[in-house]
């Protein structure tokens, strides 16, 4: 692993920082690693440079090479940030961002190019990028910038999740309320933690089964509905959310607001 580390950053003059043991120790803690981050990079080298890194810091990867198939990602995935480079075949990283944002997408986009003029920095902005970097990248300030821009569209809280008088504490997989506190298994504190962590968005089967079974699986999607329903009959009588199933589609949470029910 060091050694293809080594070769790729030679090959490609990509200057990354000396961290030592313990700052990465740290940084890697403190990420959630269910979040799966799209990288849009047509240099297959610089792609999977790029997905050791974010493997390493405890991300999942799904890689493509230009904006088509980014937008194809998005249509079928959960994605939860986009690194992207703008110089791609097809489609490149501008129009990608245009098109997303067009239609009402917001999730997080760090550009990551060898394009430096301001006006190409202006032009990502405009586009609708939250972020701009330019090769060659420091990589402890590419994870710092990824991690802000994930809590700044509030998908992190220190690994802990509040919704009314509810918190979800990943790092025990616990829900607690009221001095109540309930142990969950697994896979169930995961997919309530996502539809949680997005109310009111619709999430399909198919994404659920790949953001927290992955697409490797074995499992069929039927076990989706399984786990909604354990997680339903755990939380009978609990006012603050609601997991509600739309037909045909898959799964969404709603945070009740308990003034307009009283």
């Given at each position: 692993m060091n050694n293809l580390l080594t070769d790729a950053r030679s090959l490609f003059f990509v200057y990354f920082s000396v961290i030592s043991y313990k700052t990465q120790r740290e940084l890697r803690k403190r990420v959630f690693f269910m979040f799966q981050i799209l990288v849009a990079e047509d240099n297959a080298n610089s792609a999977k440079l790029m997905r050791i890194i974010l493997n390493q810091a405890g991300y999942k990867v799904i890689l493509v090479s230009n904006g088509y198939e980014a937008l194809e990602v998005m249509d079928t995935k959960h994605i939860d940030l986009i690194v992207l480079d703008v110089m791609m075949p097809k489609m490149d990283g501008f129009e990608f961002t245009r098109q997303l944002r067009?239609?009402?997408?917001?999730?997080?986009?760090?550009?990551?190019?060898?394009?430096?003029?301001?006006?190409?920095?202006?032009?990502?902005?405009?586009?609708?990028?939250?972020?701009?970097?330019v090769k060659p990248v420091n990589e402890m300030e590419l994870l710092l910038r990824i991690k802000a821009l994930l809590r700044r569209s509030q998908m992190i809280s220190e690994h802990k999740l509040q919704i009314g008088d509810v918190?979800?504490?990943?790092?025990?997989?616990?829900?607690?309320?009221?001095?109540?506190?309930?142990?969950?298994?697994?896979?169930?504190?995961?997919?309530?933690?996502?539809?949680?962590?997005?109310?009111?968005?619709?999430?399909?089967?198919?994404?659920?089964?790949?953001?927290?079974?992955?697409?490797?699986?074995?499992?069929?999607?039927?076990?989706?509905?399984?786990?909604?329903?354990?997680?339903?009959?755990?939380?009978?009588?609990?006012?603050?959310?609601?997991?509600?199933?739309?037909?045909?589609?898959?799964?969404?949470?709603?945070?009740?607001?308990?003034?307009?029910?009283?």
């Open positions: 067009q239609a009402g997408n917001t999730t997080p986009i760090l550009m990551v190019t060898a394009k430096y003029q301001n006006e190409d920095k202006c032009e990502g902005f405009i586009a609708g990028t939250d972020d701009y970097m918190t979800l504490d990943y790092d025990s997989l616990s829900v607690s309320r009221k001095g109540e506190m309930q142990i969950l298994p697994q896979k169930e504190f995961y997919l309530l933690y996502t539809l949680l962590s997005s109310p009111e968005k619709v999430f399909t089967r198919l994404q659920l089964m790949d953001r927290i079974w992955g697409m490797n699986s074995e499992t069929v999607d039927t076990t989706v509905n399984v786990h909604v329903n354990r997680l339903r009959k755990r939380f009978d009588g609990w006012t603050e959310f609601e997991i509600v199933a739309i037909r045909g589609v898959g799964y969404m949470a709603v945070i009740k607001d308990e003034k307009k029910e009283g």
